[in-house]
């Protein structure tokens, strides 16, 4: 073996190396740029075809104001304007490239020749690879008579003599690696009859960046690839990462956030203006708008919710106004996650209604629920004989005519639009709430359990089905192996939720479920929110009008409806001791007002089943069946038959107040 | 940087800058509240033992407020026992046992809110019984009445949450479980469910 | 001399030829190999390309100097960095008042209780101070852990409970400035008034509580505090 490396001086190497690298880099880019153009394009079709039949997605798209779309326009078609971006021009260069390397491949007679050098022996002899040993015997005789050296005529010149001379070496050679049993291994081990050749390695170099007049661009050139951009590259994507949070926050609004919470005193009252002032100083909107300060910020995001046009310095500021708005969206979901990081219950309740109220674009009141439907006279609403309304189901206790007059509207397809409107905006009602371990009847000490969810997906409009009318067997955990194996799975398998109705919201957003779970005991949250963003909602657009239905009949049938399973994992074991542990669980919308639930889950803990080890495994099975129905039987009435006693708080008053005065000095 | 101005003869400090902030008017009372208290204290090595003329004043106060609750005197018995809730917060020196402050407001506190609930200020009783909350007050008792004053206030969704949490630590009071029954039919007529 | 010469003669090539004998046999038997292949390469270098004395010395202090110049900025840049993250708290009002009524009383007379009275503020206030971190420690670090939080806030933080010490022995410092023998005591008071201030800032807040549940629920209530029908 060569033990000095060349330079590529016959351009042999370097074009195959070139080749190499730049199908590395194109092949996979021009698959996934078509994958991109034809396979994402036939799934934004389907989105769009559903979101066609989905009516609050077509109503969204109906009210959202021209200045809104005019916005998308601008921030949203970046994405679509596939064919000329700069990936398609990388892809083009590159097979351009390509193009000409193997152009220049095939020109080369160094990598021509290379190839020659090659052995065959069957070419040499002129012979098929599957020809028998007499065929080859046969062929090497008569090439032999005609090479041989003693054949050879007198007349030949020298350089002549010496190719006959070699051609019938090669034959030879050719011939004893067919049938020499020692030249043979050699062939095949070496791919040459006299054993190794030598291979030459080489820097897939072409000479002319070695020549001495280049040599120095090819210095500076590996210097500042090298020393310089590498690291430059390197550092500035790190600092980048350094630069946001696990959840896209910026790390100084991260930053500003936790400071507000760290600050926060109970003189503040935790309210939705609060959150909104505290949001007004994230770095985002000031890498957007430099020049302005924290309370146009906050001004902007006020004009929003309370539906004014905004002005900065006498200038028209909404489309500012709704970049900013557009936002939040990422910030709000980052202050949640630091709210649960304070473990800080009430603010991320708030936090919750402040993203409603973001997405709406309306204050807080008690008439939210009212005021998120389109085409409602406000001041009609409030002024309005009839008191007491202030929930969508209320307001589909009155008759449409009367419900036109009590919204002020007028206009009979505004007022129907308003309604589908108000009744497609999904409810919760629990079914059943569990803590279920996979595989086991109930929670045993030190085990990993889940929150297990059944509730009914439902509209306001609809009459409140009881939880009696759904039979056991429809609500029960299912026992798949799969479903044991991983019990989240079936929660990947609902659909995404439709486009919401959220007209005032700069982009066309989707709804997602914030899940909380806190103790009761102290009130504070367990662990990091958990999404839910697939949900079906097929039950809304049945009718069971509650208004026309009094009494639900014999006909009703449990099982037209769906019910939706929400899984939520819990982060921690339940405790080695055996007890009862209650949980908050709350569930708020991001975007809807009236679409939350809030639940307390009792846990108990108990000892493990005794189970008798010669016991076979069917028998086990058919056992935890019946247990599990009880058990959540139990658990279901926990709040009025539970003769478990809670410790006697008056012996300890005074050694909590000490802790809990601790707490309070915040 | 705000300036601060001393007064020789009351002894107080004031601050008079438009850009005062809220935190340091706090601060700015604190101390004041602090100087007074020193400056009565004839001892220079005070301890935070409490004030017997305090806790006389205190008492007395109260007790008026509930001779008169023996008569039926409702706000009369109301505005004395929240005068004496009220002198137990300005009159005691801050550095007097927390323990026994403590103690004296909660117990006082908790006769102010049964008559803030029997003459209708159930706003006033909410807050007062936050604040026996969030010093640590957890017995069941609080929690029945917190949900009664929000279920009077209208405010179903949050009595809810209140009661269900009242019933994970007391889980047998009887009480609280009928109160729970009431406020799920209150809250199914506020959603139009019934 | 002619026995001298052939002696010499004897000597001369019986000696070089045993000593070329064992020499080649020796060492050109172990040797050779290695010494052949590294000895001349290096000597065909130094003939090549002259290096002065000073080159490895050069080299040596522009790699330290450079390393020592971007040392030195980094660490300046990181604590520029450090002090241009915003503070934890938001303001030092406590520690502030007291100071700035030290220096008055250095210009006009200011009763020495009062003094008194502005120090024990300032050490409940570095008290909750020690208490709120203590108890956000944890959660935070968490939070910085799984990536909720940046590192520089994080490193602000550790700092800060730092700074809240230093502040709370330097107030106990002062006090025994103010009153000899006083620190024992002092301390005991500042967590008694810590406390104490917590429960009537808790107090302070009713009404303000109450004025913003009227506005968040809408409430008409009498001037007697009763509700409005």
Same mark, same amino acid.
């Given at each position: 073996?060569?033990?000095?490396?060349?330079?590529?001086?016959?351009?042999?190497?370097?074009?195959?190396?070139?080749?190499?690298?730049?199908?590395?880099?194109?092949?996979?880019?021009?698959?996934?740029?078509?994958?991109?153009?034809?396979?994402?394009?036939?799934?934004?079709?389907?989105?769009?075809?559903?979101?066609?039949?989905?009516?609050?997605?077509?109503?969204?798209?109906?009210?959202?104001?021209?200045?809104?779309?005019?916005?998308?326009?601008?921030?949203?078609?970046?994405?679509?304007?596939?064919?000329?971006?700069?990936?398609?021009?990388?892809?083009?260069?590159?097979?351009?490239?390509?193009?000409?390397?193997?152009?220049?491949?095939?020109?080369?007679?160094?990598?021509?020749?290379?190839?020659?050098?090659?052995?065959?022996?069957?070419?040499?002899?002129?012979?098929?690879?599957?020809?028998?040993?007499?065929?080859?015997?046969?062929?090497?005789?008569?090439?032999?008579?005609?090479?041989?050296?003693?054949?050879?005529?007198?007349?030949?010149?020298?350089?002549?003599?010496?190719?006959?001379?070699?051609?019938?070496?090669?034959?030879?050679?050719?011939?004893?690696?067919?049938?020499?049993?020692?030249?043979?291994?050699?062939?095949?081990?070496?791919?040459?009859?006299?054993?190794?050749?030598?291979?030459?390695?080489?820097?897939?170099?072409?000479?002319?960046?070695?020549?001495?007049?280049?040599?120095?661009?090819?210095?500076?050139?590996?210097?500042?690839?090298?020393?310089?951009?590498?690291?430059?590259?390197?550092?500035?994507?790190?600092?980048?990462?350094?630069?946001?949070?696990?959840?896209?926050?910026?790390?100084?609004?991260?930053?500003?956030?936790?400071?507000?919470?760290?600050?926060?005193?109970?003189?503040?009252?935790?309210?939705?203006?609060?959150?909104?002032?505290?949001?007004?100083?994230?770095?985002?909107?000031?890498?957007?708008?430099?020049?302005?300060?924290?309370?146009?910020?906050?001004?902007?995001?006020?004009?929003?919710?309370?539906?004014?046009?905004?002005?900065?310095?006498?200038?028209?500021?909404?489309?500012?106004?709704?970049?900013?708005?557009?936002?939040?969206?990422?910030?709000?979901?980052?202050?949640?996650?630091?709210?649960?990081?304070?473990?800080?219950?009430?603010?991320?309740?708030?936090?919750?209604?402040?993203?409603?109220?973001?997405?709406?674009?309306?204050?807080?009141?008690?008439?939210?629920?009212?005021?998120?439907?389109?085409?409602?006279?406000?001041?009609?609403?409030?002024?309005?004989?009839?008191?007491?309304?202030?929930?969508?189901?209320?307001?589909?206790?009155?008759?449409?005519?009367?419900?036109?007059?009590?919204?002020?509207?007028?206009?009979?397809?505004?007022?129907?639009?308003?309604?589908?409107?108000?009744?497609?905006?999904?409810?919760?009602?629990?079914?059943?709430?569990?803590?279920?371990?996979?595989?086991?009847?109930?929670?045993?000490?030190?085990?990993?359990?889940?929150?297990?969810?059944?509730?009914?997906?439902?509209?306001?409009?609809?009459?409140?089905?009881?939880?009696?009318?759904?039979?056991?067997?429809?609500?029960?955990?299912?026992?798949?192996?799969?479903?044991?194996?991983?019990?989240?799975?079936?929660?990947?398998?609902?659909?995404?939720?439709?486009?919401?109705?959220?007209?005032?919201?700069?982009?066309?957003?989707?709804?997602?479920?914030?899940?909380?779970?806190?103790?009761?005991?102290?009130?504070?949250?367990?662990?990091?929110?958990?999404?839910?963003?697939?949900?079906?909602?097929?039950?809304?657009?049945?009718?069971?009008?509650?208004?026309?239905?009094?009494?639900?009949?014999?006909?009703?049938?449990?099982?037209?409806?769906?019910?939706?399973?929400?899984?939520?994992?819990?982060?921690?074991?339940?405790?080695?001791?055996?007890?009862?542990?209650?949980?908050?669980?709350?569930?708020?919308?991001?975007?809807?007002?009236?679409?939350?639930?809030?639940?307390?889950?009792?846990?108990?803990?108990?000892?493990?089943?005794?189970?008798?080890?010669?016991?076979?495994?069917?028998?086990?099975?058919?056992?935890?069946?019946?247990?599990?129905?009880?058990?959540?039987?139990?658990?279901?009435?926990?709040?009025?038959?539970?003769?478990?006693?809670?410790?006697?708080?008056?012996?300890?008053?005074?050694?909590?107040?000490?802790?809990?005065?601790?707490?309070?000095?915040? | 940087?705000?300036?601060?101005?001393?007064?020789?003869?009351?002894?107080?400090?004031?601050?008079?800058?438009?850009?005062?902030?809220?935190?340091?008017?706090?601060?700015?009372?604190?101390?004041?509240?602090?100087?007074?208290?020193?400056?009565?204290?004839?001892?220079?090595?005070?301890?935070?033992?409490?004030?017997?003329?305090?806790?006389?004043?205190?008492?007395?106060?109260?007790?008026?407020?509930?001779?008169?609750?023996?008569?039926?005197?409702?706000?009369?018995?109301?505005?004395?026992?929240?005068?004496?809730?009220?002198?137990?917060?300005?009159?005691?020196?801050?550095?007097?046992?927390?323990?026994?402050?403590?103690?004296?407001?909660?117990?006082?506190?908790?006769?102010?809110?049964?008559?803030?609930?029997?003459?209708?200020?159930?706003?006033?009783?909410?807050?007062?019984?936050?604040?026996?909350?969030?010093?640590?007050?957890?017995?069941?008792?609080?929690?029945?009445?917190?949900?009664?004053?929000?279920?009077?206030?209208?405010?179903?969704?949050?009595?809810?949450?209140?009661?269900?949490?009242?019933?994970?630590?007391?889980?047998?009071?009887?009480?609280?479980?009928?109160?729970?029954?009431?406020?799920?039919?209150?809250?199914?007529?506020?959603?139009?469910?019934? | 001399?002619?026995?001298?010469?052939?002696?010499?003669?004897?000597?001369?090539?019986?000696?070089?030829?045993?000593?070329?004998?064992?020499?080649?046999?020796?060492?050109?038997?172990?040797?050779?190999?290695?010494?052949?292949?590294?000895?001349?390469?290096?000597?065909?270098?130094?003939?090549?390309?002259?290096?002065?004395?000073?080159?490895?010395?050069?080299?040596?202090?522009?790699?330290?100097?450079?390393?020592?110049?971007?040392?030195?900025?980094?660490?300046?840049?990181?604590?520029? +960095?450090?002090?241009?993250?915003? !503070?934890?708290?938001? /303001?030092?009002?406590?520690? =502030?008042?007291? &100071?700035?009524?030290? %220096?008055?009383?250095?210009?006009?007379?200011?009763?020495?209780?009062?003094?008194?009275?502005?120090?024990?503020?300032?050490?409940?206030?570095?008290?909750?101070?020690?208490?709120?971190?203590?108890?956000?420690?944890?959660?935070?670090?968490?939070?910085? +852990?799984?990536?909720?939080?940046? !590192?520089?806030?994080? /490193?602000?933080?550790?700092? =800060?409970?730092? &700074?809240?010490?230093? %502040?709370?022995?330097?107030?106990?410092?002062?006090?025994?400035?103010?009153?000899?023998?006083?620190?024992?005591?002092?301390?005991?008071?500042?967590?008694?008034?810590?406390?104490?201030?917590?429960?009537?800032?808790?107090?302070?807040?009713?009404?303000?509580?109450?004025?913003?549940?009227?506005?968040?629920?809408?409430?008409?209530?009498?001037?007697?505090?009763?509700?409005?029908?």
């Amino acid at each position: 073996m060569a033990l000095n490396y060349d330079y590529d001086e016959t351009n042999e190497t370097w074009p195959f190396f070139l080749l190499t690298v730049l199908l590395m880099i194109i092949v996979p880019l021009t698959i996934s740029q078509i994958y991109k153009i034809f396979l994402q394009k036939d799934k934004n079709e389907s989105i769009e075809d559903e979101e066609k039949k989905n009516i609050l997605s077509k109503l969204n798209d109906k009210y959202t104001s021209n200045e809104i779309k005019e916005f998308r326009d601008i921030f949203e078609t970046k994405k679509d304007s596939n064919i000329l971006s700069w990936k398609n021009l990388i892809i083009i260069i590159g097979w351009i490239s390509i193009a000409i390397l193997i152009q220049r491949i095939n020109s080369n007679d160094a990598i021509i020749d290379a190839a020659k050098g090659i052995f065959d022996p069957y070419e040499i002899l002129g012979i098929s690879g599957s020809s028998s040993e007499r065929e080859i015997k046969s062929a090497y005789r008569k090439l032999s008579l005609k090479f041989h050296p003693d054949k050879v005529p007198k007349d030949l010149s020298e350089s002549d003599k010496n190719m006959m001379e070699e051609t019938f070496v090669q034959i030879t050679k050719a011939y004893e690696a067919l049938t020499d049993e020692t030249v043979r291994e050699n062939f095949l081990k070496y791919g040459h009859p006299d054993g190794p050749q030598s291979t030459s390695h080489g820097i897939a170099l072409p000479s002319f960046l070695i020549d001495s007049t280049s040599s120095l661009v090819l210095v500076i050139f590996y210097i500042s690839s090298f020393v310089l951009l590498l690291p430059y590259f390197v550092s500035q994507w790190w600092n980048k990462t350094k630069l946001y949070t696990r959840n896209n926050l910026h790390v100084k609004t991260a930053g500003s956030f936790v400071s507000r919470l760290v600050n926060y005193k109970p003189s503040q009252i935790a309210t939705v203006d609060l959150i909104i002032n505290w949001l007004s100083y994230a770095e985002e909107f000031k890498l957007f708008y430099p020049d302005l300060t924290p309370e146009d910020f906050e001004n902007l995001l006020q004009d929003h919710i309370h539906n004014r046009d905004s002005k900065i310095n006498g200038k028209d500021a909404n489309m500012m106004k709704f970049r900013i708005v557009a936002k939040c969206h990422t910030l709000l979901h980052g202050f949640l996650e630091v709210c649960c990081g304070f473990r800080n219950l009430e603010m991320a309740i708030v936090c919750m209604d402040t993203f409603k109220c973001i997405v709406q674009g309306i204050p807080m009141s008690k008439d939210s629920q009212i005021l998120q439907l389109p085409n409602v006279n406000e001041e009609i609403f409030k002024n309005g004989s009839i008191d007491e309304i202030h929930t969508l189901g209320k307001l589909f206790t009155f008759d449409n005519e009367k419900i036109g007059k009590i919204l002020g509207i007028k206009d009979e397809a505004k007022l129907s639009e308003t309604l589908s409107v108000a009744s497609n905006i999904p409810q919760f009602k629990l079914l059943r709430a569990d803590f279920v371990v996979p595989g086991e009847e109930y929670v045993t000490p030190s085990s990993t359990p889940y929150i297990s969810i059944k509730v009914l997906v439902r509209s306001a409009k609809q009459k409140i089905i009881p939880t009696e009318k759904f039979p056991t067997d429809l609500l029960k955990e299912s026992d798949d192996f799969e479903d044991l194996k991983n019990p989240f799975a079936s929660m990947e398998r609902e659909p995404l939720m439709p486009t919401s109705f959220a007209p005032k919201f700069p982009t066309k957003r989707r709804n997602t479920w914030c899940c909380l779970i806190a103790l009761q005991k102290d009130i504070k949250i367990l662990q990091t929110p958990y999404r839910l963003e697939r949900l079906s909602l097929s039950n809304l657009s049945k009718d069971l009008d509650k208004r026309a239905i009094k009494e639900l009949g014999p006909d009703f049938n449990p099982e037209d409806w769906e019910i939706g399973f929400i899984k939520l994992p819990l982060g921690q074991q339940a405790p080695a001791e055996l007890g009862n542990i209650y949980m908050r669980v709350v569930i708020k919308s991001t975007d809807y007002f009236g679409a939350d639930l809030d639940l307390t889950m009792m846990m108990q803990v108990r000892e493990p089943p005794k189970v008798d080890e010669l016991k076979d495994d069917i028998y086990n099975d058919e056992d935890s069946d019946e247990n599990a129905s009880d058990d959540e039987d139990l658990e279901d009435d926990s709040e009025d038959e539970s003769d478990y006693t809670d410790i006697d708080t008056d012996t300890e008053v005074e050694e909590d107040e000490e802790e809990e005065k601790e707490e309070e000095t915040k | 940087m705000t300036t601060i101005l001393y007064n020789q003869n009351s002894k107080l400090i004031k601050c008079e800058d438009s850009d005062l902030t809220e935190t340091r008017e706090i601060s700015i009372n604190q101390i004041n509240k602090l100087s007074a208290a020193i400056i009565a204290e004839s001892n220079p090595n005070f301890t935070p033992q409490p004030n017997d003329e305090h806790s006389k004043m205190i008492k007395s106060l109260f007790e008026s407020g509930l001779a008169m609750l023996k008569q039926k005197k409702m706000p009369e018995a109301l505005k004395n026992i929240a005068l004496a809730v009220d002198m137990a917060q300005r009159g005691r020196a801050p550095y007097e046992a927390f323990g026994i402050q403590l103690q004296e407001i909660q117990f006082m506190l908790r006769h102010k809110i049964d008559l803030s609930l029997i003459t209708g200020r159930y706003l006033d009783a909410l807050q007062d019984i936050e604040f026996l909350m969030n010093t640590g007050m957890n017995q069941a008792d609080v929690y029945i009445r917190k949900s009664d004053a929000l279920l009077k206030l209208s405010q179903f969704d949050e009595a809810k949450i209140c009661c269900e949490r009242g019933l994970s630590l007391h889980p047998n009071e009887t009480k609280l479980k009928a109160l729970m029954l009431e406020i799920n039919r209150r809250l199914a007529e506020y959603n139009g469910d019934n | 001399m002619a026995d001298n010469s052939t002696f010499q003669e004897g000597f001369n090539s019986t000696y070089s030829d045993n000593f070329n004998g064992t020499f080649n046999g020796t060492f050109n038997g172990t040797y050779s190999n290695n010494t052949n292949g590294t000895f001349t390469d290096t000597e065909e270098k130094v003939e090549t390309i002259p290096i002065s004395f000073y080159t490895p010395i050069i080299y040596a202090v522009i790699l330290i100097v450079s390393l020592i110049v971007f040392a030195r900025r980094y660490k300046e840049s990181r604590l520029q +960095k450090l002090a241009e993250q915003p !503070e934890i708290f938001d /303001e030092h009002d406590a520690k =502030e008042l007291y &100071f700035e009524l030290k %220096e008055m009383s250095t210009k006009e007379k200011i009763h020495e209780k009062v003094l008194k009275a502005a120090l024990l503020n300032r050490g409940a206030e570095a008290i909750r101070r020690t208490l709120k971190l203590k108890e956000l420690g944890p959660q935070i670090e968490l939070m910085y +852990k799984n990536g909720s939080v940046g !590192e520089d806030y994080w /490193e602000r933080f550790q700092a =800060e409970t730092k &700074f809240v010490e230093v %502040e709370f022995r330097d107030t106990i410092q002062e006090s025994e400035n103010l009153q000899p023998g006083w620190p024992k005591m002092f301390a005991a008071l500042c967590q008694e008034i810590c406390f104490n201030q917590a429960l009537s800032r808790r107090y302070q807040s009713i009404l303000k509580r109450k004025e913003i549940c009227i506005k968040e629920w809408e409430l008409k209530l009498n001037s007697d505090g009763t509700l409005a029908k």
